[in-house]
Each structure stands twice: as C-alpha cells, then as structure tokens.
C-alpha cells in the first residue's frame, strides 16, 4: 500500500523552515546538535480526533537536563502547535471522555508527580491529587466523573502527612530477602512500596481531593483501563510468590468499585500488556507471549482476545513482533510514555496494532474472526508511540526514521495515509549534511539471509578507500532499522563508513530467526557480523587496515568477543559491556528471571562454570590485539562494570596492552539514551577521538598513559 506524507500546512512550513527547503550553507552533523534536538513523546488524540495533545522535551543545558513541557496541535487544520504549560516536567496528557479537560502529571523538583486538571476553555492548570508519593499517568472512567491511576503510597506516608510532617526515621540498612533487590535507574527496591490502585472524584473545586486506595497488600499493579459500564477497573498485575524463578507473567484483573474483591479475569500463564476493552465490553485484547518448552532468550509477543472466558492467540501464524518496541535507537524520547496500545474498531471485528518487520514498524490490522493480519502502510520508518480515538478511525503517532528524531503524524486506516502535524527538529536538519543509509541481504555461511545498511561519508567516492566502523546492537533480541540513531550519522559525518547489521538472534525476523542464538550467544552472531564485513570490503571502497568495532551492552559483549576471535579490527570500544558471564550472572538485576529461570545458559555457573567461561570474552584475553576504550556507566545494574569493561581493561593491562577505560559516574545503562545531556555528548567524543587516533591517524594524547 502506498504511503502518502502530507508534510506540515503552509504556516507550519514557513515556521520550522521544513527540510524541503535547500540551504547553501549545509555542514556534517556533529555530537553537540543532539543538545537541539527536540522529542515528541506521549501523544494523546482527543475522542472526536480534531486535537491532538502531547508531550515535548527539549535539553536544557544549563541545568543538563531534559524539561518537557504539554502542547496541542489540531488534527485536522492548519494551525501551528501551540504550548499548553510552561513545564519544566509535565507529563502525561490524558483527555477527558468529552473532550473538555485535559489531565496531566506535573513533578516537582523532588521528581513526584501529581495529577492535574486543564480546562480546554482556558486557564491554569489546577492540582487533583495530593499523595505523598504522587501518582501515574491517569485513566479517565466512561463518565469522566473519576480518573484511575496507580501510586506507590504507604498508609505510613499518609499518617506522617495527616501529623504534618515526615514518616518516622527508619535505619538505612537494608535487610534484602530476595533476589531481585536492585533495578538499573531506580536503584534499590522497597518491597514495602508496592504500586497500587487509586480512584479520585474530579469536581469543580480548587483544592487537592482525598484519593481513595483500592488495592492492597504486596503485588504491584499497572496497566489500568476502565469497564465500559464504569463499574470497575481491569488492572494487569503479577501475583506470584516468587516471581524471580519464572519466566516474565502477568495476569488480568478486574477491580469492581463496589468493594468486593478483586477477580482474575485472564491469565495465559505468561505476559500480557496493552489490555483493551472491546467496544462492547465483552472481550479484551491484549499483547504478549506464552513461554512454551525450555526458557527462552527471546519470546516473539503476538496479539490476543478474550472470548467468553476463553483466550485466543491471533496472530499465531503471523511470524513477527506484534506491539512492542524492539527498535535500537539512541533518539527515542529521553522521558514521557512510549505507549502502544491495542486498537478495537467500532464494530468489535478487528484490531488495530503496531507490528515490526525487518527493521520497520508499520500498522497492521487483525481480524479478530480469522487471525488474518492487514498491513495498513508499509513505511520505512519506526513507530515510536501512539493513541487512537474510541472508534479506531484516527490514531495519532510520532513516526520516527534514520534522518529524522520523530514527530507527530495523523494516521487514518481506512486510507493508509499520514499527516504531518509536527516539525520541530526540521528547521535543523534542513542544515544538515546528512543521506539516508543503504539496505543490503546476504546469505551467511549456512544460507540464513541477514540484513543489513550502510551510512556513507558526506561527499563518498566509490574510488576511494575509506575506514568502516562495525556498529553492533544490544539486546540481541532487539533490531536496527528505520529509526534515528545519532551516533550512526555523527560518525558517518566524521568520515566513516558505518556498517550495522541485524545478526541472527536479532527480534523482527521471526521466532525461529531469534533462537539460533539460543545457548549460543556470543557465537554464530559473531559469524554473521563478520560476512557483512566482508560483503562491503567486496565494494573495494573500504580499507581492510582501517576498520572499527563498537557496540553497547550486547553489542558490548560482541565487541569484546569480537576482539578475542579476530585481529582484523584497528580500534575498538566497547560500551555497558559484559566480558566476564559468571560474574555477570552473580551481580546483574533487572530481568533476574534470566538468571534464576537458565536462559542464557543450561545451567547456573556454580553447576557448570565452563559453559559460562566457554562464552566470556575475558577467558580469551591473551588473543587480544586491538587497541581497545571501555566506556561505563558507574550506576549500571544491568551490565555491572565489574564484570564488563573493568575486567576487560584489567585484563589488557596486566598484559601491558592498549586500553583506556571511560567512566560516567550517576550513569546507569541508559548512558546512550537517556544520560545527561552533557554525557551523552562527551561519550560521543570519546568515541570518535578513539577511531580517529588509531584509524585516521590523527594525534590525541588523551588516553595516553598518565
């Protein structure tokens, strides 16, 4: 199906000075245009879709930090969009079913969130919610007399904010009795603070209301949604006793406004997210996965209904990643809700969702009779968050590809085509030097077809020799594509050619593509990477003595792998890596059912460590050659220093060999996507400085021994 991008009305055109327009003065983008960079985040499409309300966030670099501020844009007239508060941390738009209010969160200097009220005829702001610990984006009931929202609120915070002051001083040792103790951003968890469910009254007053708690006790719950007849609220919670030794599961609840107790509604034994209700409230669909056989590194989630008690998977035959974000990316908004949710038409008969196919996001409709799945466009591009209107007829989504960070759009099913309602990083680009990549396949050593681009340099000529760096994506369940990422085009502008490639293993290929990696990780990946470097040194355009390797996370672990098996590459930086798998495995949180349920390995290290040692780079040490940087961040509990870059770069120096180790300190693994602005742009720069001294020669002094 064709797609057709309506760019920006005229008013907008002339304002953001669209990229259309051709400038003599066009120069290579640079680490430090990321610090003007603005996001599109969270939007939120009215019910009668004229308007659109949404988050923007912009870098503030004084404070370096990311504010973010409400704006609204109409869906279908040529108006500019125009700010609705002054930020600095709002957030969370959320419409009242008549259109006439406007709900959003708007944080402290604390970073506690409170819910508030806009009226759409004018005016203020005004503060609906008082909780000591603040609260979640809002779900508004059918009547829009009341709004849902989840809160990690104590009984104890509400009896210290009733004596006017704080609660209790309490020890600050902590006494941990699981094993899932510590999340990368959030730090240590408080098993004492679930999130639970709030109802609050919105009338007409001034002050802060009484929120009322209606659930209780140790499991957290998330994912709020109303019943269509307003009498109770679905909740998606996770109610085992020790969640930390299954695979990742969540069941549906039903939470009636009555007081009666809360009642399992659905449970598929495995993960479920984005619950919708059917227009006539008898059915609820939802994404997810049901883990089947041996734990798996990668479940490939598809979509699913309820049918009077029963659950059925819709898109069983339909081999791609329904409704989750596996696209890499170093641009998708820093803050703000990525949502995606499930789209019911207004007839009940299909679904609307967001699908990833070979490194592109496109819509696709699900007949919810048949199973059969409808793409609606098939763009090269990535769909970042989006929100429809109840009947399904308009959805309006940030829409992001390789030259752009992303902007609003206007989508319409029944035509396939887009609107552009937004472009605030045109006026920018539209300076910029910068061409999209160049796709390719080709057939690896057992005939799997791998895909891959190519950034070239400002200026390329196919008679000339360049340098390639190797970029290697993280997860590795997760995909490249038609998605910015800064850090490809900065260092195609710097002279580079940029290879990135989706190995096996990689998500949006189908299951059976992502479980040739299964216990074999790194491994035949590394293969895999290694072909698509030899495919572009066939093109006779690439100097085999001047190639470069990074990658972050996973990509950091095959970058360390990579260097251990192979002196090809003249320089390396490794980025939030792992190097040593056993002291990975002991150290690591977040997604601890990795570690506790074996899914990377078949067993635990203490009952067969040489399965761990067979796959961790630091055993194979001594093969290093390659001049290699280690870049970490000090708070990261996903990929722990200690057992990354640290024992890398003590590894290389014990043998006396070139290595030079970055350290971000309050950075966790996010460094890349969602540091601070000014780490961001210095990781960047340590980045190139390392290939530009040991692939293009030039002379830094930087990390030379101290």
Same mark, same amino acid.
């Given at each position: 199906?064709r797609?057709?991008?309506?760019?920006c009305?005229?008013a907008v055109i002339?304002?953001?000075?669209?990229?259309?327009?051709?400038?003599?003065?066009k120069?290579?983008?640079?680490?430090k245009?990321?610090?003007?960079?603005k996001w599109?985040?969270?939007?939120?499409?009215?019910?009668d879709?004229?308007?659109?309300?949404f988050v %923007?966030?912009?870098?503030?670099?004084?404070e370096?930090?990311?504010?973010s501020s409400?704006?609204?844009v109409?869906?279908s007239?040529a108006t500019?969009?125009?700010?609705?508060?002054?930020?600095?941390?709002d957030?969370?738009?959320?419409?009242?079913?008549?259109g006439?209010?406007?709900?959003f969160?708007?944080?402290?200097?604390?970073?506690?969130?409170?819910?508030?009220?806009?009226?759409?005829?004018?005016?203020?702001?005004?503060?609906?919610t008082d909780?000591?610990?603040?609260?979640?984006?809002?779900?508004?009931?059918?009547?829009?007399?009341s709004?849902?929202?989840?809160?990690?609120?104590s009984q104890?915070?509400?009896?210290?904010?009733?004596?006017?002051?704080?609660?209790?001083?309490?020890?600050?040792?902590?006494?941990?009795t699981?094993?899932?103790?510590?999340?990368d951003?959030?730090?240590?968890i408080?098993?004492?603070?679930?999130s639970?469910?709030?109802?609050?009254?919105?009338?007409?007053?001034?002050?802060?209301v009484?929120?009322e708690? %209606? $659930?209780?006790?140790?499991?957290?719950e998330?994912?709020?949604?109303?019943?269509r007849?307003?009498k109770g609220?679905?909740?998606?919670?996770?109610r085992?006793?020790d969640?930390e030794f299954?695979?990742?599961?969540?069941?549906?609840?039903?939470?009636?406004?009555?007081?009666?107790?809360?009642?399992?509604?659905?449970?598929?034994g495995g993960m479920?997210?984005?619950?919708?209700?059917?227009?006539d409230?008898?059915?609820?669909a939802?994404t997810g996965?049901?883990?089947?056989?041996?734990s798996?590194?990668?479940y490939?989630?598809?979509?699913?209904?309820?049918?009077?008690?029963?659950?059925?998977n819709?898109?069983t035959?339909?081999?791609?990643?329904?409704?989750?974000?596996?696209?890499?990316?170093?641009?998708?908004p820093?803050?703000?809700d990525?949502?995606?949710?499930?789209?019911?038409?207004?007839?009940?008969?299909?679904?609307i969702v967001?699908?990833?196919q070979?490194?592109r996001?496109w819509?696709?409709?699900v007949d919810?009779?048949?199973?059969s799945?409808e793409?609606?466009e098939?763009?090269?591009?990535?769909i970042v968050?989006?929100?429809?209107?109840p009947?399904g007829?308009?959805?309006a989504?940030v %829409?992001s590809?390789?030259?752009?960070v !992303?902007?609003l759009?206007?989508?319409?099913?029944?035509?396939?085509?887009?609107k552009?309602? $937004?472009?605030?990083n045109d006026?920018?680009?539209?300076h910029?030097?910068?061409?999209? #990549?160049e796709?390719?396949?080709?057939?690896?050593?057992d005939r799997?077809r791998?895909?891959?681009?190519?950034?070239k340099p400002?200026?390329?000529?196919? $008679?000339k020799?360049?340098?390639?760096i190797?970029?290697?994506?993280?997860g590795?369940?997760?995909?490249y594509?038609?998605?910015m990422?800064h850090?490809?085009?900065?260092?195609?502008a710097?002279?580079?050619?940029?290879?990135?490639v989706n190995?096996r293993?990689s998500s949006?290929?189908?299951?059976?593509?992502?479980d040739?990696?299964?216990?074999?990780y790194?491994?035949?990946d590394y293969?895999?990477?290694?072909?698509?470097?030899?495919?572009q040194?066939k093109?006779?355009?690439?100097?085999?003595k001047?190639?470069?390797?990074t990658? !972050?996370? !996973?990509?950091?672990?095959?970058t360390n792998w990579?260097? $251990?098996?192979?002196?090809?590459f003249?320089a390396?930086?490794?980025?939030?890596?792992?190097?040593?798998?056993?002291?990975?495995?002991?150290?690591?949180?977040?997604?601890?059912?990795d570690?506790l349920?074996?899914?990377?390995?078949?067993?635990?290290?203490?009952?067969?460590?040489?399965?761990?040692?067979?796959r961790s780079?630091v055993r194979f040490?001594t093969?290093?050659?390659?001049?290699?940087?280690f870049?970490e961040?000090d708070?990261d509990?996903v990929?722990?220093? !200690?057992a990354?870059?640290?024992a890398?770069?003590r590894?290389?120096?014990?043998?006396r060999?070139?290595?030079?180790m970055?350290?971000?300190?309050?950075?966790?693994h996010?460094?890349?996507?969602?540091?601070? #602005?000014?780490?961001?742009?210095?990781r960047?720069?340590h980045?190139?400085?390392?290939?530009?001294?040991?692939?293009?020669g030039?002379?830094?002094k930087?990390?030379?021994?101290?």
């Open positions: 199906m797609i057709v991008l309506r760019i009305s005229w002339v304002a953001c000075a669209c990229a259309t327009l051709a400038f003599a003065d120069r290579p983008i640079t680490e245009d990321f610090l003007k960079f599109v985040a969270d939007p939120q499409i009215s019910s879709g004229l308007k659109v309300a %923007l966030i912009e870098v503030n670099e004084q370096d930090r990311y504010d409400l704006w609204l109409e869906a007239s500019f969009p125009r700010r609705l508060t002054a930020g600095p941390r957030s969370g738009p959320r419409w009242s079913p008549d006439r209010t406007l709900a969160q708007r944080a402290g200097e604390d970073d506690v969130a409170q819910t508030y009220l806009m009226p759409m005829s004018g005016g203020e702001g005004r503060r609906l909780l000591p610990k603040g609260t979640s984006a809002v779900t508004w009931s059918p009547d829009g007399k709004v849902a929202f989840t809160s990690t609120t104890e915070d509400l009896d210290a904010k009733m004596r006017g002051g704080s609660p209790p001083k309490k020890s600050d040792v902590r006494i941990i699981r094993p899932d103790f510590r999340v951003g959030g730090g240590w408080d098993p004492s603070r679930p639970h469910l709030w109802i609050a009254s919105v009338d007409d007053g001034d002050a802060p009484e929120a708690q %209606l $659930t209780f006790g140790r499991f957290n998330k994912a709020t949604f109303w019943s007849d307003g609220i679905y909740v998606v919670s996770n085992l006793e969640p299954h695979p990742p599961v969540a069941a549906l609840y039903f939470v009636p406004l009555s007081g009666e107790p809360m009642q399992k509604k659905t449970d598929i479920m997210a984005n619950p919708a209700c059917s227009p409230g008898k059915s609820v939802f996965f049901v883990p089947t056989g041996p798996k590194m990668f490939q989630p598809d979509l699913f209904v309820t049918e009077g008690g029963k659950v059925r819709l898109t035959e339909y081999d791609y990643d329904i409704g989750a974000e596996w696209m890499a990316s170093d641009q998708h820093p803050k703000g990525i949502s995606q949710p499930v789209v019911w038409s207004s007839d009940g008969k299909s679904l967001d699908a990833t070979h490194g996001t819509f696709v409709r919810v009779a048949s199973g799945v793409p609606l098939k763009g090269d591009h990535d968050s989006y929100s429809a209107t009947t007829d308009r959805i989504c %829409l590809d390789t030259l752009r !992303g902007d759009f206007l989508f319409e099913p029944a035509s396939g085509r887009f552009q309602l $937004t472009c605030f006026e920018l680009f539209s910029l030097e910068v061409a999209p #990549p796709e390719f396949w080709f057939n690896c050593f799997q791998i895909n891959g681009w190519v950034f400002a200026g390329f000529l196919a $008679t020799k360049y340098p390639m190797l970029e290697i994506h993280g590795p369940s997760i995909a594509g038609h998605t990422y850090e490809l085009l900065v260092l195609a710097r002279g580079y050619v940029v290879l990135f190995p293993g949006s290929y189908g299951q059976a593509f992502a040739l990696i299964q216990y074999k790194p491994g035949d293969s895999d990477l290694m072909a698509a470097v030899d495919e040194l093109r006779g355009f690439v100097d085999e001047r190639l470069g390797v990658g !972050g996370s !996973g990509g950091g672990i095959l990579t260097v $251990t098996q192979t002196s090809r003249a390396a930086v490794s980025q939030r890596s792992v190097a040593d798998m056993i002291g990975f495995w002991f150290t690591a949180s977040g997604g601890i059912e570690f349920t074996p899914v990377w390995f078949r067993k635990f290290p203490f009952q067969d460590p040489e399965e761990y040692l067979s780079p040490a093969n290093i050659s390659t001049p290699m940087m870049i961040g708070e509990y990929a722990p220093p !200690g990354g870059g640290e890398m770069f590894a290389l120096k014990a043998q060999k070139t290595a030079v970055i350290r971000f300190p309050g950075e966790g996010d460094l890349s996507r969602s540091g601070k #602005p000014s780490h961001r742009v210095e960047l720069q980045i190139l400085n390392w290939f530009d001294k040991y692939l293009q030039a002379d830094i930087l990390y030379d021994p101290q």
